[in-house]
């Protein structure tokens, strides 16, 4: 194995490295001050965008979840009207029989003309 000659020109020296650090100078002050708040900066971006997401807050748009009373929804009885036939208008594609089941547990199982029939 041969040995490896450094010479003292030569960057690899010892003396030569140990001389190149203590050449080099250190940053200011200011520079690491200016370190120090930009991951200050990026640590508060960080933590912002971790409460409160990409999108910001989110509003609510739904007045019965900010403590608003909302209308129930009805309709008005017409003559000839049946519970299956309101069933059948305001929901033609469900199950008509649980519809009708909802009708009666929420309007009682008689309807009259004019009456307000609430829907679910």
Do not use: C, K
Not at 32 to 61: K, M, Q
């Amino acid at each position: 194995m041969a040995a490896t000659i450094h010479y003292l020109n030569s960057p690899h020296h010892p003396a030569v490295r140990s001389a190149y650090v203590r050449a080099m100078p250190r940053p200011a002050q200011a520079v690491y001050r200016r370190r120090r708040v930009g991951v200050l900066a990026i640590a508060v971006a960080i933590a912002a965008i971790g409460t409160f997401g990409l999108n910001g807050t989110e509003a609510n748009a739904n007045p019965a979840m900010a403590g608003q009373q909302t209308e129930p929804n009805y309709v008005i009885a017409q003559s000839g009207d049946t519970l299956w036939a309101i069933a059948n208008r305001i929901a033609p594609q469900a199950n008509t029989s649980d519809l009708v089941d909802e009708l009666v547990r929420m309007n009682g199982d008689s309807i009259s003309v004019g009456q307000r029939v609430l829907i679910p």
